[in-house]
């Protein structure tokens, strides 16, 4: 029969791998670690606004998990974000001529990057620069454009506004159905 010393040496061992298989198992839920990083290459994209995107951000493409933000940085000579995206090697066949688009996952949801494929035969590779980039929507800047445009709440402003809309449209009106009487013209000739 065992000692009760060795019993509690096993109870402490088997605690303790229990405790360690715990904290292994979070950091890889959490994505905090880099001891399961898989193989990947480095592709890069210049934003003008990044908004809320922070490093460790999800890279996707058609909704697909496909890499992460692994550093952001700002361009000293022309002051737009430098983003660059850890690729799962997996996704290597990447048109080169893709587009990357800062969105938001819901209304207030945190910021990703969804990579919109295009139709070049040649691919992306580690050091790749994604030239067609489309920054972030800010939603503070959107509503004061809409608070702004509707000139912040004076009735008069609105109603100046309105009136500059309904003259706008009535001279697109008047263009437009000159330009299909021209057309009409040079179809019949």
């Known amino acids: 029969m065992l000692s009760q010393r060795t019993i509690e040496s096993f109870v402490g061992l088997f605690l303790l791998a229990a405790m360690m298989a715990l904290m292994v198992l979070a950091f890889k839920v959490s994505g905090l670690t880099s001891f399961f990083k898989p193989k990947s290459y480095t592709v890069i994209a210049m934003f003008d606004e990044i908004g809320q995107l922070k490093v460790r951000s999800p890279v996707k493409m058609g909704g697909v998990l496909i890499g992460e933000v692994s550093s952001i940085t700002l361009d000293p000579q022309s002051f737009k974000a430098i983003v660059k995206m850890d690729i799962d090697h997996r996704f290597n066949e990447i048109p080169d001529d893709s587009s990357a688009n800062i969105l938001t996952a819901g209304l207030l949801g945190d910021n990703y990057i969804a990579l919109t494929p295009m139709y070049s035969q040649t691919f992306l590779k580690s050091g790749s620069t994604i030239e067609d980039t489309h920054s972030?929507?800010?939603?503070?800047?959107?509503?004061?454009?809409?608070?702004?445009?509707?000139?912040?709440?004076s009735s008069s402003?609105?109603?100046?506004?309105?009136?500059?809309?309904?003259?706008a449209s009535d001279s697109n009106k008047i263009d437009d159905s000159n330009h299909n009487v021209d057309t009409q013209k040079r179809i019949q000739k």
Do not use: R, V
Request: hydrophobic share 35%; net charge positive; no cysteine.
């Open 157 to 167: 402003k609105a109603s100046t506004t309105t009136s500059n809309t309904s003259n």
């Open 136 to 153: 972030a929507m800010i939603l503070e800047k959107m509503i004061g454009q809409l608070i702004y445009k509707l000139g912040g709440g």
